[in-house]
């Protein structure tokens, strides 16, 4: 009779002890003595692994010396209780063949080795626990994602990863050619005339501006794609290819704004201590000690709103009575990541959404906010209406913003700041076209997985990291 496989998430949950079973898995160890071998298999479906029990005698030395760790097997046996495998469910096994073996020179084969030996050996690294953990959580966090959007009636709409405008992202962006260099290079001049698409044209760095040609028809929508910057800062936050959730809201005002980032985020956080328990636990106890207890206490508590100039006033009290920082924030400066932790992690200890931030320091499109603010008793510059929503252990996790509506604002805007906007008309007819009063924000994807799996490089929760001058696997 033929069984069909049993994944083996499925198979530790149940109780018909006696049934015949088919795994197929990878061996994570083996050990045992001259009678009896015990093999820990996974098949990704969970952390967990199933212990298999092969009597020797029944076995060939030679089918034996095959089972290392690493090497594929398939194993048909009996469903037995276990008592010393730590799983409720072994497998007494009638039949082993070994799918695939498995050399010696295999990178897994120790463990406790460094993320840094993990990177290099990127292709093999998701066999580990640890890996696996991160994969199966990003996996949930992306159904997650969905699903609250669907929820809520947003529409799921795909912006287009080559773009022909490079107004945000001038100097940052990775352009995209048909060109033959060695030519251009040689005849020293370039005629894009003669590119694919007849002009300069770029990989995205975000799908927000097409984002709001769809919320201003659709009403609300999400985008959540592959986003690419290529600037050169090798940071563990910050990668060249990476995934960016970008909602987009018709009629949204800057206090709805932050409920639906902070809505959003709780619910992404509570969905993965809901249904990533065994992972969530295995990287607790292996990676970060209070990982589940920082995710508990952040979905449960109210996120701090506070405005920029407020924000500069309680860093510059705390430069006052002595704390140290590296750079300096005076009203008007983009605040460095040290500063933003303080707040975070040492005064509100609890994640904060600022907001009406410095014009200069934030994108053209954001919107001018009505009054200029009071900060250490001076009246400052003109704000725009942008929230950074910062997080313990990660700085910026979401930036957003409410769009400026009125065609006149948003043209003088563009004007001084000499974007170039020639091939921008498409984004303005929204404003000549039935503007309306809209938001949206960006959330990082990987920036959210480093939160929620406590992984400390954001190189480590993306299976095939991009980031200067690697690109191998
Ligand atoms: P940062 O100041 O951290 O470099 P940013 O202000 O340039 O980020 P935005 O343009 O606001 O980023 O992009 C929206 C979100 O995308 C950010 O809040 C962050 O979560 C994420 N993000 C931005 N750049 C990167 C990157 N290079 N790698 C991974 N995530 C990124
Ligand atoms: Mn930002």
Not at 268 to 290: P, R, S
Not at 291 to 305: C, D, G, P, Q, Y
Not at 431 to 458: D, K, W, Y
Request: include cysteine; proline fraction near 3%.
């Amino acid at each position: 009779m033929d069984i069909k496989r049993t994944r083996i998430v499925d198979l530790l949950k149940r109780t018909d002890f006696g049934q015949q079973v088919l795994v197929k898995g990878w061996v994570r160890t083996r050990r045992g003595s001259k009678a009896v071998s015990f093999i820990a298999l996974n098949d990704g479906s969970t952390i967990k692994n199933v212990q298999i029990v092969a009597d020797l005698d029944k076995f060939g030395e030679e089918l034996m010396k095959q089972i290392t760790t690493g090497a594929c097997l398939s194993v048909t046996g009996t469903m037995v209780e276990s008592i010393g495998s730590g799983q409720a469910v072994e497998i007494q096994a009638s039949e082993i063949e070994v799918l695939g073996t498995c050399g010696d020179d295999y990178p897994m084969q120790k463990k406790g080795q460094s993320f840094e030996y993990m990177r290099q050996h990127a292709h093999m690294r998701l066999r580990t626990n640890t890996f696996g953990a991160v994969m199966r959580i990003r996996h949930n966090m992306a159904f997650a994602i969905h699903q609250y959007f669907h929820n809520h009636g947003f529409y799921y709409f795909h912006t287009p990863l080559i773009t022909a405008s490079d107004c945000e992202g001038a100097g940052q962006m990775f352009q995209v050619t048909t060109l033959d260099l060695q030519r251009v290079a040689k005849s020293g001049k370039v005629d894009y005339d003669q590119d694919f698409f007849g002009k300069p044209a770029s990989l995205t760095v975000s799908g927000q501006l097409e984002g709001e040609l769809g919320a201003t028809a659709l009403g609300a929508i999400y985008t959540f794609g592959p986003t690419f910057r290529a600037e050169n800062s090798n940071t563990p936050r910050h990668l060249a290819e990476f995934w960016m959730i970008e909602p987009e809201i018709a009629f949204m005002d800057l206090v709805e704004l932050m409920d639906l980032e902070e809505d959003f985020l709780k619910f992404c956080i509570n969905w993965a201590l809901e249904h990533c328990q065994d992972d969530l636990e295995f990287l607790n106890n292996m990676v970060d000690k209070g990982l589940i207890e920082r995710l508990k206490s952040v979905a449960n508590t109210e996120f701090v709103r506070l405005p920029y100039s407020k924000g500069i006033e309680i860093l510059q009290d705390a430069i006052a009575k002595g704390r140290k920082f590296e750079f300096p924030c005076n009203w008007g400066d983009d605040l460095a990541s040290e500063h933003e932790r303080y707040l975070v992690e040492e005064y509100f200890k609890k994640p904060v959404i600022m907001t009406n931030y410095p014009k200069a320091i934030k994108a053209f499109y954001m919107k001018i906010d009505a009054e200029k603010p009071m900060c250490m008793g001076k009246q400052q510059e003109e704000t725009v209406q942008g929230t950074d929503v910062l997080f313990p252990q990660i700085g910026e996790i979401i930036g957003g913003s409410v769009r400026e509506e009125n065609y006149d604002k948003l043209m003088s805007e563009i004007e001084s700041r000499g974007i170039p906007m020639k091939d921008m008309w498409w984004y303005l007819d929204t404003r000549r076209f039935g503007s309306c009063p809209h938001a949206g924000f960006g959330l990082g994807f990987e920036r959210l997985m480093l939160f929620v799996t406590g992984m400390q490089n954001i190189r480590d929760v993306i299976a095939f990291p991009r980031t200067p001058r690697t690109a191998e696997f």
